[in-house]
Structure formats: C-alpha cells, structure tokens
C-alpha cells in the first residue's frame, strides 16, 4: 500500500476527477531533456513527470501510461485524515527501494502556492498535467467558492508557479497540460469542438472556463508550452461512486448478488459522450509531445442518454432496469446540461488519436468490475463481517 514514513495520504484538491509524501533523491535523475526537432514520442531518456490529482481515476490511469514509457512520475496530494491511495496501491514500491521506485508522492495542494512553486523547483519536472479538481458537477453547487478556488484560482496558482520558475532557472523546459471539461460548453447545442462557445451551467463548469483562459493567457503573455485537453466523460471501473455512470454499474453489482434492490436516480434524459478513461490519458500525452501547444477536444463522437446507459448495464446483467430505478427531484440540477457531444475531428488529425474502446464495451468492463466487487462483498456480508446497508 503507498505509505510514507508517517502516513498515507488523500487525494488531492479532490481531484476525480478523481499518495504519500516521501521525496527520495528528487531530481537526481537526468531530466531528458529533448532537443529541438527532436521527436518527443521516442523517449531518450527518462522524463519527469508531476501530476497534480494522482489519486483520481485520471491520475493512475496517466500514471500507469507514463510509467510504461520509462517516466519518473510524482504525484502532489494534499493531506487528509483519509486514506485514498486504492487507485495507486497496485504501482506503489517502498521508496528505499530506489531501483524500482519511480512513482513518487509529495504533500502539496492547488491553495497552496508556496508548496506548488517548492515542488516544481526541487522536482525539475519536464511535464506538468493539472489533473486536481473539485470534479463533481453537483456537489460544486453545494461548495462553490471552494470549487473556484481548487480548479479556478488553483489552475493559476500553478501557472504562475511554472512562470515563475522558469524565469529563475533559464534554459528550462517545461510543457504544462491543463484538464478542461465537456461540462464548460453547458448549453452551446453539439457537437461541440475547440471553436465552440462555452456557455457554463455549474460552478464547477465556470471554474473549468477560468482554467482554460487563464492557460490560453499564460501560452500567449509568457510563451509556456501549455496545453487545454477538452475531455468529454470518461468513465472506468475506478470512477467514484457518487458519478452516475458508476453509481449505475455498482448498483447493478449489488442488485444482482441481492445486496440491494433500488437505484435513485436524476434527469435520466441528459445525454453524454461517454468513453474509456484509458484511452483518454494517451490524448492528454500525446498534447504535450507536439512541437507547438494548442488545445484539443477528446471525444468518441457519439453520445447516449443516462436511459441508454442504464438499459446497457442492467441488460448486460440480464436484468430489468425498470424494476428497480426510481426516480428522486434531489439529484436533479439547478441548472441541467441536456446534451454533451464532442468532435473531436482535431484531435484525431493533429494527435492521430482514436479511442479504442466502444460504448458497449465501456459498460461491460465497468458491470463485470462492479459485479465481482459485489461479490466480494457479499462474502464479508455472509460472514458477517459488514452490514450491507441496503437501499429500500
């Protein structure tokens, strides 16, 4: 499990968007620098990365990529009474183990500059993916200022942080990725690219426009190599639970092995550009490893509706969604975003990406995960070793 000499930590700032504080010989390795007309897709030899939201479902998705392309990763987390490492657990190696170790996890926060400009400055990283935020749509009606604060104003904390480091230490390179969010075009009808208006619906979505802008300000007023993914929903088996497409396949888990019988459920007519979270990661490399910065949309390019998905899930699992989702006004929106739908046509030409995972099969992997996790639950449940807390 990641634990420092003290404890673990918890996830940073919130970050889904969903770690451990011990530094061993940072910045002892060679930075690799790559030379101009180099080509950055051939790694010559190993690059640091620092990511900020590491704990979340992107971050040990990034992590997992980058440490396949011979990268040193470290990770900022901010300090919780909580652990929540478990989307890390399977990459972490005791850091006295310095052979093997390359996924490193540091105590800092998006309020924080101090501790973001320390980092940058010890660490000498060569790619920097902002990743934290107070990620989820419904909950940052509930905290709005903290919301600002994290992705807002946090996105420029670390801005001003790489700016400021670049300036003292001449001769540096660092390529800065900036994670946006289907969420900031709200209302503009789809499908949705990089020359759409945003039209924000939530605090959240506002603050993601803040980011961008403040990103697009610090490539033109400064010259960072500082890119805007635009990613549309992007969905695993290790997306939390409180998201609808999780909250939907963990139900369907329970419900099948008799843990559980009802789904309460929102605006089942919302429609979203659902892909695989795996896939999504390599877009976000891929940005940084062009010889200009630029933003991107990252979509499938094909959208389903909330209904769609539930009929998906639960008949995958050979069961009858109607049977047991109800319907409850509190998960409904202050202000709802009816279809989100990306074209993502720049993406695919520039960064010759594509996903690769469909629908169906996003759906299928997430089932197939949640009903063994129910299973396993079941047997703690059985033995009586947990109470079930079951649904009416």
């Not at 690799?32 to 030899?45: N, Q």
């Not at 040990?60 to 929540?84: A, Q």
């Not at 990103?215 to 805007?228: H, I, K, P, Q, S």
Request: aromatic content about 10%.
């Amino acid at each position: 499990m990641a634990s420092s000499d003290s404890d673990r930590p918890a996830e940073e700032s919130g970050g889904d968007g969903d770690g451990d504080g011990h530094l061993a010989a940072a910045g002892s390795e060679s930075n690799g620098e790559i030379r101009p007309g180099s080509d950055r897709t051939a790694i010559p030899a190993r690059r640091i990365a620092l990511i900020t939201g590491i704990t979340g479902q992107d971050g040990s998705y990034l992590t997992e990529f980058l440490l396949s392309k011979g990268y040193e990763v470290h990770g900022l987390i901010r300090r919780s009474s909580n652990f929540n490492t478990q989307r890390l657990d399977h990459l972490y190696v005791d850091p006295h183990n310095s052979a093997k170790a390359r996924m490193k996890l540091h105590y800092a926060d998006l309020t924080d500059a101090s501790s973001l400009r320390r980092w940058i400055d010890v660490l000498l990283p060569d790619e920097i993916y902002n990743l934290a935020a107070q990620s989820h749509v419904a909950v940052s009606f509930e905290v709005p200022d903290y919301t600002a604060d994290v992705v807002a104003t946090g996105a420029l904390r670390l801005l001003e942080a790489v700016r400021s480091h670049l300036a003292s230490h001449p001769g540096r390179s660092v390529r800065y990725y900036q994670a946006g969010s289907s969420e900031m075009f709200g209302s503009t009808p789809p499908p949705q690219s990089e020359t759409a208006a945003f039209h924000p619906r939530s605090p959240y979505a506002a603050a993601k426009v803040a980011a961008h802008w403040y990103t697009v300000n610090y490539r033109e007023a400064y010259g960072l190599f500082a890119c805007n993914g635009i990613l549309f929903n992007h969905e695993s088996p290790r997306r939390g639970e409180n998201f609808v497409t999780r909250k939907i396949t963990r139900a369907v888990g329970r419900i099948k092995v008799g843990l559980q019988s009802k789904l309460f459920l929102g605006n089942l007519t919302a429609a979203r550009d659902w892909g695989f979270a795996g896939d999504y990661v390599e877009a976000m490399w891929l940005m940084l490893q062009q010889d200009k910065p630029d933003d991107y949309v990252v979509a499938t390019e094909d959208s389903h509706t909330v209904e769609e998905f539930l009929e998906a899930a639960f008949g995958y699992a050979e069961l009858d969604w109607k049977c047991h989702v109800e319907i409850d006004k509190r998960y409904f929106r202050p202000a709802e975003v009816d279809n989100l739908r990306g074209d993502s046509s720049k993406a695919r030409r520039v960064l010759d990406w594509r996903p690769k995972v469909s629908f169906l099969q996003l759906v299928k992997m997430m089932v197939d995960a949640d009903i063994e996790l129910a299973k396993r639950e079941k047997v703690l449940v059985d033995a009586g070793y947990m109470d079930p807390h079951q649904q009416p």
